[in-house]
């Protein structure tokens, strides 16, 4: 009842590609890599225990196993590195790596939640991680080819390659009044862990508390001196504070 050697090389890149096909998903609603490649690594250990009289077979099914288990920590130690696990945006790691290869046209959003503080003050840090979460998920949509990172603490950058500030710029003031318009429903503490059954229940009882969220963003793009990316981003944040400062809830270049 022993596998036949013909099948030992499909069955090892079957094994292998289940650990690309779980990287590099979102953290919070896929399977982890390290998982996926210990049970690919388990599957290949008993198949190589059906084998163990042939020894190339034996060998080839365990080499699987350790290639597996070395392909998933090593995708795994990435996902670490450059994903942000509270809000599933890349981290700013990922977004240094993405400014090295950025062209002479881009445009730069820096984001910051307004009166975060307050909110972890007022709220609690649970009602805080909430909101950096409705945040994450709004800039996740950015339209105009935009892709959004957590930069640190509740403040975000998006980042517009070969798009000139003139382009990016609405698709900006989208997500400023998107999120200004969003309602945000507080979890009850006893809400279920599951999305469904959550779901079912939000639609037979009021919530216990709504919040609005607002943003303050600054945007900037290559001009004069002003010519890397690293530079621009500086731009950004310098925007940024003016826009604070102009009152937030606005896009301020």
Known sequence: SRVPVVWIVPIVAALVAAIWRAWPRPPRTHTRPLDTGLVGALAAFFIACEWVSTVSAFNAFMAAAGAILLVSLLQESHRLAFHDELTGLPSRRALEERLHGLGPVHAIAMLDVDHFKKFNDTHGHDIGDQVLRLVAARLAQASGGGTAYRYGGEEFCILFPERQLADALPHVETICADIAAYQMAVRRPDRPKDAEAGTRLRQLRSP????????????????????????VVIAADRALYRAKEAGRNRVSR
């Open 208 to 231: 216990e508390r709504i919040l609005s969220v607002t943003v303050s963003i600054g945007v900037a793009e290559p001009e004069g001196l002003r010519a890397t990316p690293a530079e």
